[in-house]
């Protein structure tokens, strides 16, 4: 290491560290403002350092904005997509990854088109077709767009294409059937990456704000963005420490899923890099 | 998404166009005897598909030569009449505006943060790992939460951004409820965020460079700027290519972080395509017209997505 490397070293880890901090500032200001007390905010503004502590934000926050019912409706629907997501695309990308059938490459070229299509822009028209059916407003409604990911029968398809075809032919002259190949041999196989696109799913619905807006109509379904929108709308004008506790509360349980799986992520996604 | 989107960024260097072959894709051996076992497998994820992607994509077209009533009962057909109030609304045209706007400001610089912040990571000594989490940390939040904290932030009165305007003696502004500052406040919110998706799929995109080719330049001696534009940025063509087809689908997209911050207000300063879609079919309860500007939508970002798709590319061994 010659000094000048060490200069280099140094200068970018001062930007780095700098970086990072941009990127923090906002999680930072969210959770500092959520423990300070409420009086005086609006005229004074806050030290960057809490120096008075006033955690009845957070149950003020938890009560007004309907956090309790918002976060056991998220909980639902987020898992609920989850298992039917998983239940449909594990077997879809099997089918895609080990099986020789007629029209198989038309059938992966209609699963990779669907990337192409824009999320958002075709919630509306999702809407529409779904009040046709006479499903708004119900929790139904918001979970059945999203049975299927056509990213997660792609990403699992990469991964299940890397099960060697040596350990197929084993578990066939060993007489298990395809289902029972699935679930013993290649779902074992992939689990990284089928752990990896859980928390994707997790992520985007946990996340997801336009649906739930356009769907939910009563508080009794209504998933924890939609209630924290609802609350900031409400006259809760400039009542900021409880905006932001709720905000942290909302924002809390991706975060931690993602520092606690952070590792097991990376390796899950490594898996799908090496079979591509 | 974003990591999502990562993982299909660093397949997407390797693998063919949709619909493409490789001799990898068929298997040798295996279930390989005709049965219906395949399509049986196949079929709820097809359906699923079918009805709640093409499907959409489909009525979008259908809706918006309708006009629709929001409560149920039947359509009245209405010819180009929704195309032509959209054309003609100056709320779209404001919409649209400001929607290049926000789509210029925030794709082209996170585009180039990005990337250099990803190469930053690679340069950073010990602790690079934590400049990593926390660089990632936006892409998993809740954009909503963050809207609202964004707005806690540039509030007029008590705002962080306001007394730090006041430390250097500026008067403070009224970020959000003034026609001028109003979407450049949700800028920056959409550049916290698009930021730390492109560093993502650059530091894959990086991770794809074999060591080899690192050890090559430095016998060579070819460092610094030289080597990101002569031998790097070649190499990461296709999570260029990538990064800038989602940064553009995201960008045009954008929704929820102007629905908290602004409404699309004041005046429809800083409305975009999808608040002013929003706007149309569930305010105004123009749903055919809502459709005509999803459909639109949905044609150019699929066009964009169909010139810039993965392609088989020469590099890959």
């Known amino acids: ?276 | 998404m974003s990591l999502l989107t990562r993982s299909a960024a660093k397949v997407a260097a390797a693998t063919p166009a949709p619909g493409g072959r490789t001799g990898k894709q068929a298997p040798t051996s295996g279930y390989s005897r005709p049965s219906l076992t395949p399509y049986l497998l196949l079929l709820p994820a097809l359906a699923a598909l079918l009805l709640f992607v093409y499907g959409p994509a489909l009525l979008s077209l259908i809706g918006s030569f309708f006009v629709i009533p929001l409560s149920g009962g039947s359509w009245k057909y209405a010819g180009i009449n929704n195309y032509l109030k959209v054309f003609a609304d100056p709320l779209i045209h404001q919409a649209a505006w400001n929607t290049l706007v926000y789509s210029l400001a925030t794709i082209i610089p996170s585009i180039v943060l990005g990337l250099l912040l990803a190469l930053l990571m690679e340069k950073m000594g010990r602790g690079s790992w934590l400049a990593k989490t926390a660089l990632i940390l936006p892409m998993t939040a809740n954009m909503v939460a963050m809207a609202v904290v964004f707005k806690w932030i540039f509030a007029f009165q008590g705002g962080f951004a306001n007394q730090l305007l006041g430390i250097v003696g500026l008067a403070p502004v009224n970020w959000l409820d003034e026609a001028d500052t109003s979407l450049f406040t949700v800028i920056l919110l959409g550049l916290w965020r698009a930021t730390s998706l492109c560093m993502l799929l650059f530091m894959a995109g990086l991770t794809t460079i074999p060591s080899s080719i690192h050890e090559a330049t430095a016998v060579e001696g070819i460092r610094g700027f030289t080597k990101l534009r002569t031998v790097i940025l070649p190499m990461l063509r296709p999570t260029v290519v990538f990064v800038t087809v989602l940064s553009i689908t995201g960008a045009v997209q954008v929704f929820e972080i102007v629905n908290v911050m602004t409404k699309g207000g004041p005046l429809g300063s800083s409305e975009t395509a999808m608040t002013a879609a929003h706007k149309v079919g569930f305010e105004y309860f123009r749903i055919g017209e809502a459709s005509a500007i999803s459909f639109i939508l949905i044609a150019l970002l699929l066009a964009v997505g169909i010139i810039g798709r993965p392609r088989r590319t020469k590099e890959t061994p």
């Open chain 1, 1 to 276: 290491m010659t000094k000048l490397n060490k200069v280099h070293t140094a200068l970018a880890t001062t930007l780095g560290i700098l970086a990072a901090a941009l990127a923090l500032f906002p999680f930072y200001w969210m959770v500092r403002t959520a423990v300070a007390p409420a009086e005086g905010l609006t005229t004074t503004g806050l030290s960057l350092i809490p120096v008075e502590f006033d955690f009845s934000n957070f149950t003020r926050a938890w009560d007004k904005a309907n956090l309790g019912q918002a976060m056991l409706n998220g909980i639902a629907v987020t898992l609920g997509i989850l298992v039917l997501q998983l239940l449909t695309c594990i077997p879809a990308a099997y089918a895609l990854s080990k099986f020789r059938f007629r029209g198989a490459g038309l059938i992966l070229g209609l699963v990779l088109a669907c990337l192409l299509i824009p999320h958002q822009a075709t919630m509306i028209p999702t809407f529409v077709g779904l009040n046709l059916l006479g499903l708004g407003d119900t929790r139904l409604g918001l979970v059945l767009p999203f049975v299927t990911s056509a990213i997660g029968i792609f990403m699992l398809r990469q991964q299940m294409m890397a099960v060697p075809e040596a350990i197929m032919e084993a578990a066939e002259t060993d007489g298990l059937g395809p289902l029972r190949t699935l679930v013993s041999v290649v779902v074992p196989i992939s689990a990284p990456s089928i752990a990896a696109f859980s928390m994707l799913s997790i992520f985007t619905h946990w996340n997801d704000y336009l649906w739930p807006l356009l769907v939910a109509r009563s508080p009794a379904i209504m998933t924890p963005p939609l209630s924290l929108a609802i609350f900031q709308n409400a006259d809760t004008g400039f009542d900021y420490p409880a905006l932001a506790a709720a905000a942290a509360i909302v924002t809390a349980p991706v975060v931690i899923l993602f520092l606690l799986a952070q590792r097991h992520f990376v390796r899950g996604m490594a898996g799908t890099e090496v079979a591509g």
